[in-house]
């Protein structure tokens, strides 16, 4: 009896050992092996609209606090894997706030060097993440010939490219890698979570690589799907006439490389203000604090709830979280500035 005892107690610190290397070997060993996995909730309270339902995918639980977490780890660890970037390589990226900080974190993992150029409708709690994150900021002044900072940016980068020494420019604008991490990422997730077929995703787009990737691989699950993308009125990315725009992280003042029209159905444009209480709605009815691309997505939302077919099930992304935007979209200080 007492060896039955005594077996069955090495028995169990064996498994209890053994449980103990499984959960040491399951722990992320890096900040950035936290990216992804994030939720999605039904938006039960906002839109209650009989036959109506809207999934958002809540993007802004990444540890960086945005969706650009995803690229930025793609890019650079692709890059590391190939040796286009190196121990020795300086990154340098345009970036309106939300990748920046991505590759920052990112960077500062993988011990790298990254210089940011930003402009000066950059949120002000973003510019404080980069300076303590350890990137270099490179701040714009000069804006382009409609209005808006990101050729300015650009041209700034190029001449970076040729100071610098290993200088390395990711250019999400153009770069593949940044559809593809939401394709194996962001799109991959919600094609598992969502448990009855979507009938149309709605997101927001500035590079245009989230709303492609995620599209690109909810169409293979849910080939019938329709991709209606969320643009800024000013942004020029669908042929539109450039306007004034203050709110960052969407809509662009160029067209995206990797911009394929031809995979997106509709486009429903958004003002500064119309996103202000698109986002202060989603506070209000939901709790949930996020960012000026996420109330743009509300926005339109609501415009095109009128036009829809019941029943419908729509899909959609919040990018990053509102404490970003506490000096914009939150300040009635700003908001009364907007034209």
Not at 204 to 219: E, K, N, P
Not at 293 to 304: D, M, Y
């Amino acid at each position: 009896m007492k060896m039955i005892i005594i077996w069955e107690k090495v028995n169990h610190l064996a498994l209890s050992v053994e449980k103990q290397n499984q959960e040491k070997q399951a722990l992320p060993s890096s900040i950035i092996h936290c990216v992804g996995n994030t939720p999605v909730v039904s938006l039960q309270r906002l839109f209650r609209e009989r036959g109506i339902e809207v999934i958002a995918k809540l993007e802004y639980m990444n540890p960086g606090g945005s969706m650009k977490d995803r690229p930025a780890r793609y890019m650079i660890e692709q890059g590391l894997r190939e040796g286009t970037i190196t121990a020795d390589s300086h990154l340098i990226e345009s970036s309106s706030g939300n990748l920046g900080v991505a590759m920052a974190m990112v960077a500062r993992v993988y011990g790298l060097k990254f210089t940011c150029v930003v402009d000066p409708k950059t949120a002000p709690s973003n510019l404080r993440i980069l300076k303590q994150l350890g990137a270099h900021i490179e701040m714009v002044t000069e804006a382009d010939d409609q209005g808006g900072y990101l050729k300015t940016r650009i041209k700034r980068v190029q001449e970076l490219l040729h100071t610098i020494p290993n200088a390395v420019w990711m250019n999400q604008y153009a770069n593949d890698r940044n559809w593809q991490a939401h394709y194996h990422g962001t799109g991959k997730e919600l094609a598992e979570q969502l448990t009855e077929p979507p009938d149309c995703l709605v997101a927001a787009v500035s590079t245009t690589g989230s709303i492609l990737g995620c599209a690109r691989r909810l169409r293979e699950k849910f080939p019938n799907l329709k991709v209606i993308a969320v643009d800024a009125v000013g942004s020029v990315i669908f042929g539109a006439k450039p306007q004034r725009r203050e709110l960052p992280g969407i809509g662009s003042s160029r067209v995206p490389e990797i911009l394929a029209k031809d995979e997106i159905d509709e486009v429903v444009y958004v003002n500064d203000r119309e996103s202000v209480q698109g986002c202060r709605d989603l506070l209000y009815h939901e709790g949930i604090f996020a960012g000026g691309s996420s109330g743009s997505v509300i926005a339109a939302i609501q415009k095109l709830i009128p036009t829809l077919p019941r029943p419908y099930r729509i899909c959609t992304i919040f990018p990053d979280r509102g404490d970003r935007y506490l000096d914009m979209v939150y300040d009635e200080a700003w908001v009364n500035r907007l034209p």
